[in-house]
């Protein structure tokens, strides 16, 4: 789902938008402006979890979960991980991980998260509304829901009851990361 198909449902959830009828480009714009400071917001509150600060001055390649501040006299280039050794093992990236990029010299940030569902590192503070929107495989109605609901404040609509129980879900489910795998390790006895 791309960030303006979860912007159109999100719209007709709380009856702003009907069935078959298209946004306008401000809307679109203004809504789209929303679902990234969502994300930013969780980024915020540590719903994904507590980010590392690194401090780089040369070539180097994000590890899951870093704050890389980028040092003004920086010549190098910042990479993200295609792969993520663990234990000797190398494995893909975790999903919901985070890389923030902070430019001393510009006082830019750039914040990536890595949706394990399309294996791919998104740029969360450039989303287009063609974009695939981050996370939404995961659980594409509370991810819906959660917009409707800052969409409903800024459209003076109400939300229902189970919109605000299913973003509840979704939200609960990000902080606790029930999508991600269980880790299987050997007991140890004595």
Known sequence: MNCLDLISRALRRIGVLAGGQSLRDD????????????????????????LRDVRVTSDYTAGEHERIIRASDMVGTISLPDTVSDCGQDR????????????????????YIYDGSVKMWVLLTELGLTD???????????????????????????????????????????????????????????
């Open 132 to 190: 695939a929107a981050p996370l939404a495989n995961r659980d594409p109605i509370g991810l819906t829901c959660t917009l409707s609901l800052e969409l409903a404040d800024e459209y003076g609509q109400q939300a229902s009851d189970i919109i605000r129980m299913n973003a509840a879900r979704f939200h609960m489910g990000l902080t606790h990361n029930w999508s991600a795998p269980q880790t299987i390790v050997r007991g140890v006895y004595f």
């Open 92 to 111: 893909s990236p975790r999903d919901g991980s985070l890389v923030i990029i902070s430019d001393e010299l510009t006082s830019e940030t750039e914040a």
């Open 27 to 50: 809307e679109a714009a203004d809504a789209l402006d929303v679902l990234s400071a969502i994300y930013l917001r969780w980024i915020s509150e540590g719903v994904f979890g507590e």
